[in-house]
């Protein structure tokens, strides 16, 4: 009996204490603090990757040093047979220029890079021998023309023909011949250790800009359009995403059949020069001497040049006298080279 009069004294305690305050007893729980944000934590900048070495045909950067690795140019047939080739992406620099059948040739020079597979193969003449031996290349060709030939058999040139070696190359049977000659980097190399060939070479260099230069003068220049005969064109049209000029001919995208992406150039150096067909065969003579005009194509700029064959390769000048080199981007390089006659004003368009 006493234990309830106390808890009665006490509630009605509580009940005066709280008519006292006017705050009413609390009688629900409080709700749990709401946890902190998560802190987000933004991720530091990539920094670009720090290359040792520099390529000297394409001014990249390297984990090896390339100076004196010895290049490599292959003939690439370019016949509609042909196309799309393989492995031409991975070239350092290519040189087309005009064949018989008003058909161009891709001399893909390899130094920098290797592709799984080069091809198709075809056989050589004795200006793309003049443009090979500045390079110190090694000449991978099926055949060639007579003077080519002798020529080759008369000098210490270094090169690699598939008709007396054809364990070095393979045909494949998607396509016919003389369209379908392959071969590949291993094999080049087992061909050059058994010949005794140099690995080794003074590898021509070349002035680059910085790789974050911007060209600013020239010409507007996102399509190029160049006609060798009125059944060869070909052109390139300006990525700015990409900063290259994607390569089409007759007018549909010009791939690579290793990954079936669209051939590009960072450079497009195109050049005219005399061109004098030789026989019924439509053999030809090409100066790629010079001096001659020119255009070099750049980020969408087109600029007017000199060019001569200096130090054993072609370069673009902007001065009359051929002593003010043109720089290049860091990248590839595609050389066109057109005749002079009908001239640069009938075979090169741009805008």
């Known amino acids: 009996m006493q234990r309830r009069i106390q808890s009665s004294l006490m509630l009605l305690s509580l009940l005066l204490l709280t008519a006292c305050t006017g705050q009413p007893v609390e009688t629900q729980p409080k709700p749990a603090p709401e946890p902190p944000a998560p802190i987000v934590q933004t991720p530091p900048p990539v920094e670009p990757t720090k290359y040792p070495y520099k390529a000297p045909m394409t001014g990249l950067g390297s984990q090896e040093r390339l100076d004196s690795k010895r290049p490599i140019m292959v003939m690439i047939n370019n016949a509609p047979p042909a196309r799309p080739q393989s492995g031409i992406s991975k070239a350092d620099m290519i040189y087309e220029v005009l064949a018989e059948g008003e058909m161009t040739r891709l001399l893909s020079i390899f130094q920098s890079q290797e592709p799984d597979i080069i091809g198709p193969v075809r056989s050589i003449r004795p200006y793309f021998i003049q443009i090979g031996i500045g390079f110190d290349a090694v000449l991978v060709h099926a055949g060639g023309s007579q003077e080519a030939l002798t020529t080759l058999a008369r000098s210490d040139y270094s090169h690699l023909d598939e008709i007396p070696n054809g364990r070095y190359f393979w045909r494949e049977n998607f396509r016919k011949a003389p369209?379908?000659?392959?071969?590949?980097?291993?094999?080049?190399?087992?061909?050059?250790?058994?010949k005794n060939m140099r690995t080794t070479s003074e590898v021509p260099h070349f002035t680059f800009l910085p790789e974050d230069a911007v060209i600013t003068e020239g010409e507007p220049a996102t399509k190029v359009d160049l006609t060798f005969h009125s059944l060869n064109k070909a052109g390139f049209v300006y990525d700015?995403?990409?900063?290259?000029y994607?390569?089409?001919?007759?007018?549909?995208?010009?791939?690579?059949?290793?990954?079936?992406?669209?051939?590009s150039t960072t450079n497009l150096l195109v050049i005219a020069t005399k061109h004098r067909?030789?026989?019924?065969?439509g053999r030809r003579q090409v100066d790629?001497?010079?001096?001659?005009?020119g255009y070099l194509f750049q980020q969408g700029k087109a600029r007017k040049i000199k060019w001569k064959r200096s130090n054993?390769?072609?370069r673009a000048y902007s001065d009359a006298a051929l002593t003010e080199e043109m720089p290049l981007l860091p990248g590839n390089?595609?050389?066109?080279?057109?005749?002079?006659?009908?001239?640069?004003?009938q075979e090169l368009k741009f805008q």
């Open 179 to 194: 369209h379908n000659l392959y071969t590949k980097p291993e094999l080049l190399k087992q061909a050059m250790q058994d």
């Open 240 to 244: 700015e995403k990409e900063k290259k």
């Open 246 to 263: 994607m390569r089409f001919t007759a007018g549909k995208p010009h791939v690579d059949l290793s990954d079936n992406k669209q051939l």
């Open 277 to 281: 067909v030789l026989d019924s065969e």
């Open 288 to 293: 790629v001497v010079g001096p001659g005009d």
């Open 312 to 314: 054993g390769v072609i």
């Open 333 to 345: 390089t595609w050389i066109e080279i057109l005749p002079t006659s009908p001239g640069l004003a």
